[in-house]
């Protein structure tokens, strides 16, 4: 298996299903960390294939696009949460798109008309396509605003958070691109006086890390099928070792499931821009 750590590490819950199902099927699961990078890439699978292995998988810790090398014509491999331009390999990957429409209409359904999008940059192709979903699923009478965060980390969800909840038309609602970022938008909420859902209604499009799940209410979240994703793509694999005449490369996408929280009402439009509580007269 070749993989790297992404802006939250390994894919943790993606790489412990492929080595259960792997050792259940009778299978030994070769971890290799190419660190993202080319050369390292080409050394681990010089690696592998002395140790001659019967497959290869390929899981990337963020849908990107993934352009596969010359060797895996060779050899039986899977592509896991990364996607080739060519379609010459097999892909599992989770439907980004339709998790941004689902945390959008999670929220439109709710009542709400007025949205913030706390994101991380678009050049990404999963926050492209999480950004995408979510237009798609909003319109002109229900605005959404974005608000980009540099870095995935708790601090850069509070300043995005508090830069949208301070400005004029005050969303009634947030969206969060990343578990970390919802939970900085939590905080941001609480020091401006922000009840949650009772004033702000907050949506999180993950929960890998298990952050938005343990908050106190616990956040409405969009889950990706990591697991499942990993277990298809061993099963689809065997399959393949088992019956070695080539044909097609077919491309399995998994939807994204909402899993309810408490942090979703309807919304209660505020008089004017939220104060600190100390700033209350």
Known sequence: MLTWPGASGFAERML????QAATKAGYLL???DTANDRDHQGQALATLHDHQVDGLLVIAPDLIEYRPVEVMSSIQTILVNCLDPSASL???APDEY????AAARALIEAGHTSIGVVAEPSDKMQNRL???????ATTEQTPFSVQTVPDRDMGSGFDAARTLLSAPGTPTALIC???RLAVGARLAASDLGLATPTDLSIVSLDDGELLASRLVPPLTRIERPDRAM???AVTVLLERLDDDSGGSNPQFWFSCQAASGDSVAHPRRLQGRPCRPADKR
């Open 16 to 19: 412990h299903a492929a080595l």
């Open 90 to 92: 097999t892909t599992v």
């Open 177 to 179: 691109t990343h578990e």
């Open 130 to 136: 999480r950004l995408a979903g979510i237009q798609a």
């Open 30 to 32: 070769i971890f290799m």
């Open 98 to 101: 339709g998790a941004g429409s």
């Open 230 to 232: 990993a277990e298809q």
